[in-house]
């Protein structure tokens, strides 16, 4: 009968195991030193050989020749537990045997020793999957284990165990595995199945499993069942639901043309093919993400799960690029397909989402902004004065276009009065009555009024918001609070001291402030503060 390829060439030794020396490391010196734990948790993403690992163990320590770091493979413990059927060694699916009855009577099956070897190994997969109930039952257990007992939970989400039952066991956090070393196993493989695969139709099945060993060996056996005996990157491809690079390049090209219309082209395409969208949009994503990492590491780099010949083509795709356009493209790709996973009109999303990428394309900085700004206002400078000359020459006068002069910021000492004077040129006797006996502080873009208790009716807001937008042209938030308000103008807080008010003279006057008031002429400035202070 056919066993597929990822338990057919699963590793039965710590010398087969890819990816993961640190855990590799520990438990080797751990068996060598005779420090073996009763519990280990294994953590980390689905596919990095958290189950193989534990296989792995539970033969080194159940050889007859261990405890030891190479099992023989020969004796009847190492077979039966690569078969999966050691009467010592028990794996149990906690997805489906989660609840406490369970877990009572793998308790009562602790106590007994092993049938035949040294040890009775618990394997527990998808740990994280048991009740609460369940792990307190457990606790006990782990907490005083018999001597010949070893408790192994896997588990994708670490998160969700116990921290009562974390405590007592040794963690080992599985990572996912590089591209080069997946591959590397992939060519290894084939070479044993007699399969040809290039180089890119490696890369596309390395990507496929995103650090995840198993995964790429399914899509693997998928391909083998769809192409034969010779893979070829197109086909996987298609089989996968996968883009290449050249169709994701468009996307670029059209961005660097600043091609709207291409970008509709593009989404017609797929879906004329029947592709995917929201696949489309997620290896979209992934492709400006590597854009970023390629312009900002180099080519080169393990950042990137392809191949050298790749990266360097990414690496001249990206240099026409700056980081901030492709950060800006990439956080635009991302929205998109977040819609896209709830969206009833996935064509028209996508079309809107790389119309937004082109028109993110012709964004400027400020920095940039003002610079233009300069350049433009010398030539413009420079071409009246030219006309003055020839203007002399004809008896006429010419004149530069005087530069706007800066509004003046309003101090707290006088606006209390303006308030008031606004208050009864609109017709609102009661509140500029109020206004007289009441004290104005103004501070961080907001007004608080202080009166007595005899003016509180007066100082209605909706009323002060009139007289507020009368006199600075734009509406504040305001408050009123009842206490005892100082009215003396030499006593009344002020917005700005004298000082700061020579400050604010010399900010206002400074030539790139200047700039940038004629750029944004409905601008604002509402203070001054000193940054050594």
């Known amino acids: 009968m056919y066993q597929v390829i990822a338990r057919k060439y699963r590793p039965q030794s710590f010398a087969e195991l890819i990816g993961q020396e640190h855990v590799r490391t ?164 084939l070479k044993q199945e007699g399969i040809e695969a290039d180089a890119e139709t490696l890369s596309v099945l390395a990507q496929a499993g995103e650090g995840s060993v198993r995964d790429s060996l399914s899509a693997l056996d998928q391909a083998i069942a769809c192409c034969g005996s010779t893979l070829s990157a197109a086909d996987v491809r298609s089989l996968l639901g996968m883009f290449s690079l050249d169709s994701l390049a468009q996307v670029s090209q059209a961005l660097l043309e600043q091609d709207s219309r291409r970008m509709l082209d593009v989404v017609m395409e797929l879906e004329r093919n029947g592709r995917n969208l929201q696949h489309f949009c997620r290896e979209l994503a992934r492709y400006f993400r590597n854009l970023l990492v390629v312009r900002v590491a180099g080519p080169n780099t393990r950042l990137i799960a392809a191949t050298a010949q790749e990266q360097e083509r990414l690496a001249g795709i990206a240099a026409s690029f700056s980081e901030e356009d492709l950060t800006r493209y990439l956080q635009i790709t991302l929205d998109v397909f977040k819609d896209l996973q709830f969206s009833l009109q996935p064509r028209l999303h996508l079309e809107i989402g790389l119309l937004k990428l082109v028109q993110a394309g012709r964004l400027t900085t400020i920095e940039e902004a003002l610079a233009g700004l300069g350049q433009r206002r010398e030539v413009r400078s420079q071409g009246v004065k030219e006309s003055g000359v020839r203007s002399q020459e004809s008896g006429a006068r010419s004149q530069e276009r005087p530069v706007p002069a800066p509004k003046p910021i309003v101090a707290a ?101 200047q700039k940038f008031r004629e750029a944004f002429p409905d601008a604002q400035v509402r203070a001054v503060r000193n940054l050594k202070e």
Not at 37 to 50: D, H, M, V, W
Not at 160 to 182: G, H, L, M, N, Y
Not at 467 to 473: E, L, N, P, S, T
Request: a negative charge; one cysteine or more.
């Open 26 to 189: 520990t438990i080797e010196n751990a068996i060598s030193q005779r420090r073996i734990a009763n519990g280990y948790i294994f953590s980390g993403q689905r596919g990095t050989g958290k189950t193989t690992v534990a296989r792995i163990l539970a033969r080194c320590l159940n050889c007859i020749d261990g405890p030891t770091t190479h099992p023989c493979g020969e004796c009847a413990s190492c077979r039966e537990v690569s078969a999966g059927n050691s009467v010592d060694v028990i794996e149990i699916d906690a997805a489906s045997n989660r609840g406490i009855n369970e877990m009572r009577e793998l308790r009562e099956n602790v106590r007994y020793r092993p049938a035949r070897d040294r040890y009775k190994i618990f394997i527990v997969d998808e740990a994280h999957q048991i009740t609460n109930e369940a792990f307190n039952a457990l606790l006990k257990t782990l907490e005083e284990p018999p001597e010949w007992a070893v408790f192994v939970l896997c588990t994708t989400e670490a998160h969700k165990i116990p921290t009562t039952i974390a405590s007592r066991c040794q963690q080992f956090s599985f990572r996912s595995v590089d591209f080069a070393e997946i591959v590397g196993r992939m060519e290894w493989i």
């Open 413 to 513: 000492g006088d606006l209390r009065e303006r308030l008031r004077g606004a208050a009864t040129e609109l017709g609102m006797p009661f509140t500029a009555d109020a206004l007289e006996h009441s004290q104005v502080i103004e501070k961080g873009g907001e007004l608080q009024f202080i009166t007595t208790a005899e003016f509180k009716l007066a100082m209605d807001p909706k009323e002060l918001q009139k007289a507020v937008q009368h006199v600075m042209g734009r509406p504040l938030k305001i408050t009123v609070n009842v206490g005892e308000p100082e009215v003396n103008a030499a006593r009344e807080i002020q917005r700005t001291p004298p000082n700061e008010n020579e400050a604010a003279a010399r900010v206002l006057s400074h030539p790139e402030v």
